[in-house]
């Protein structure tokens, strides 16, 4: 089946520094990926949508200066968390739509990043 | 604004024993409306889904029917297995517009044996 694959799985980073996540479709290819934030016992939040060649859309309050998302290919997205600070350590999560850009379209989960800002 | 609530947990459960992990969800329109599991150490995987009211989704062994009376999409399994321990996320398509799903918090299951 469609695998995305997410790295990395984790990551320790020091306040002030910046922090890439790569989200991959192995099997297909991804027009659209999201990517989500989950707290401890909280939901799965949507911070954005990443499409490819275009600039991603954030939900209401993300920071896009703050998570920059670049999408420049139909197999990759990347998430980067600059000048990270402990109130940014969470679980990341990308997702990744296969095939047109449907909401009938499956759609693909990555393991989750957790980071960790000390 | 489109939500889901769900049971909060955890459950606990003995091998073989009745499941049912409620959830309800608020929207304007008709969502479609999915569960996803999550097993330890993997991403979230489409367990099923069900697009209009009166619909049931089922896979390995579940069922969820999709109630537009009550907004409810309450997931059930007759007989759990220790394989089925996971995290359990209900969530919702909102109708028209975004692509973005609405997740509930989670239900995280233990079954033992």
């Known amino acids: 089946g469609a695998v995305v694959s997410q790295h990395p799985s984790w990551v320790i980073c020091k306040s002030g520094t910046s922090v890439k996540i790569e989200c991959r479709s192995l099997?297909?290819?991804?027009?659209?990926m999201f990517w989500y934030r989950q707290f401890p016992k909280q939901s799965l939040m949507l911070m954005a949508t990443?499409?490819?060649?275009?600039?991603?859309?954030?939900e209401q309050g993300v920071e896009k200066d703050k998570f920059l998302i670049n999408h420049a290919s139909l197999t990759l997205s990347t998430l980067t968390v600059t000048s990270a600070h402990p109130e940014d350590s969470s679980f990341y999560i990308c997702?990744?739509?296969?095939?047109?850009?449907?909401?009938?379209?499956?759609?693909?989960f990555g393991n989750g990043t957790r980071l960790t800002v000390t | 604004g489109d939500s889901v609530t769900q049971m909060e947990g955890p459950v606990t459960l003995s091998e073989e024993a009745f499941l049912t992990i409620n959830c309800t969800y608020t929207?304007?329109?008709?969502?479609?409306l999915f569960w996803y599991v999550q097993y330890p150490g993997e991403g979230l995987q489409l367990l099923l889904k069900a697009t209009k009211a009166d619909d049931k989704g089922s896979n390995k062994g579940f069922e969820a029917t999709y109630r537009k009376e009550t907004t409810s999409f309450h997931l059930e399994k007759g007989s759990v297995q220790v394989s089925d321990s996971a995290v359990y996320f209900c969530a919702q398509h909102p109708q028209g517009g975004s692509e973005k799903l609405v997740f509930g918090k989670g239900t995280k299951l233990t079954v033992n044996p």
């Open positions: 997702s990744a739509r296969e095939g047109s850009s449907s909401y009938n379209s499956p759609l693909h």
């Open positions: 929207a304007t329109g008709y969502p479609s």
């Open positions: 099997d297909f290819q991804a027009t659209t």
């Open positions: 990443s499409n490819e060649g275009s600039k991603a859309t954030y």
